[in-house]
């Protein structure tokens, strides 16, 4: 009787065997047979920086000298002759029409008529650069490696160095008017003025404080990279392990946000009570307090690669780029985002193993329930 039962179960076996390939194979070719996502491209390079002075005219820069411009609001975009090929990281425009880039080796193009032709200023640098703002048509700063900051009061026609140089990377800088500005970096690195750059002074925030050299090396501060100023007394600073820093007093003192994620966040909008920051893995991080508190929201962006700018033209109109041709907009305040260019990943494209394995599998189970049923003996 035993041999009999063996001979069965070794019988079952094999038929299940025999069913678990027909399975794996059918599965494999309904697989393969499914439709591979569309992704869209636009230049199949990493992005760095966004511009969106207004809801039709939207720019991105990027790798190899990459500009590319939206004038009906993403719908088509058109590359934009820079006359470089290299890295271009950040840029402002003040109207649809004045506007300009910085990026590795000093460079700083110009445009007068949106972007139709690009000139290259003359910085006086060879030094990266990674942050540029202006506030108006005249005065603007730049900011980059080993502590480079350089000013013009001309719209870029001459550019003159500020501050003391220093074995830092300056990240970003902004200004709420022609006096009042800040430059944030390296290693929590915080610089502010109140006389148009002619001065800068460090700022050091209560999380950065240290009591000794050696504590210092335990505990390094985190390099900062974004800066968000809704107006003269509220600056909202991002950066590593999804560290936030806000200030009500235009910088005088300093509290400290830590959201969840331990992310690395590169940039952040403010609009009204809202903010939106972006960083690594596609991590979108939002608040509803003027950037007091972050909520992460790690798959609104259905993306895993880093996103390294965001910026919003209304409360509900944003975008973000990042690695990979990455570009992505909102129209509802950044509860969802849709794809104009890069890989993204969603259930319905990439469907989970699960429901191949339950196909494959399933024989086995009905086979391991019959046999309990039969021999219940064994399981007691």
């Known amino acids: 009787m035993k041999k009999l039962v063996k001979l069965g179960f070794l019988f079952a076996v094999m038929c299940c065997a025999g069913i678990f390939i027909s399975n794996w194979s059918i599965a494999a070719e309904q697989e393969a047979a499914k439709p591979e996502p569309k992704v869209r ?5 990493n992005l760095h920086g966004v511009i969106a002075p207004d809801d039709k005219n939207i720019w991105f820069v990027g790798n190899y000298g990459v500009i590319f411009h939206s004038s009906d609001g993403g719908e088509t975009w058109n590359a934009q002759k820079s006359g470089v090929n290299s890295l271009l990281i950040d840029g402002v425009f003040l109207n649809a029409k004045t506007g300009w880039v910085a990026g590795i080796s000093g460079i700083v193009l110009h445009t007068t008529d949106g972007g139709e032709s690009w000139g290259k200023q003359k910085t006086n640098t060879d030094k990266n650069l990674f942050g540029i703002c202006f506030v108006n048509d005249k005065k603007g700063w730049a900011v980059g490696e080993a502590g480079i900051i350089i000013h013009t009061d001309d719209g870029g026609k ?49 999380i950065f404080e240290r009591a000794t050299i050696d504590e210092e090396i335990e505990r390094p501060r985190q390099s900062l990279y974004g800066i968000a100023v809704k107006d003269k007394n509220t600056i909202v600073v991002c950066g590593i392990d999804s560290l936030f820093l806000r200030t009500a007093d235009g910088g005088a003192t300093w509290e400290s946000y830590t959201a969840e994620g331990n992310l690395g966040v590169y940039s952040l909008f403010l609009m009204g009570d809202k903010g939106w920051a972006v960083g690594d893995r596609g991590a979108l991080f939002v608040s509803s307090d003027v950037g007091k508190t972050w909520k992460l929201h790690q798959d609104a ?15 509900d109109k944003g975008w973000a780029v990042g690695a990979s041709d990455t570009v992505v907009s909102t129209k509802d305040g950044g509860k969802t985002w849709d794809f104009r260019a890069g890989m993204y990943y969603t259930v319905k494209d990439f469907p989970v193993a699960k429901e191949i394995t339950d196909k494959i599998f399933k024989p086995f189970t009905l086979f391991a329930s019959l046999w309990r049923k039969l021999y219940p003996a064994q399981y007691e």
């Not at 491209?41 to 390079?45: P, R």
């Not at 220093?166 to 009042?180: G, H, P």
């Not at 962006?301 to 409360?315: C, E, M, N, Y």
């Open 301 to 315: 962006i259905k993306t895993g690669t880093w996103l390294r700018d965001v910026a919003f033209t209304s409360p």
């Open 158 to 206: 001459t550019w003159t160095a500020q501050g003391e140089q220093q074995d830092k990377a300056l990240n970003n800088v902004a200004f709420v008017d022609e006096n009042n500005g800040l430059i944030v970096g390296e290693t929590g690195t915080m610089l502010r003025t109140i006389d148009g750059g002619k001065t800068w002074k460090p700022m050091v925030p209560k």
């Open 41 to 45: 491209s636009i230049t199949k390079e």
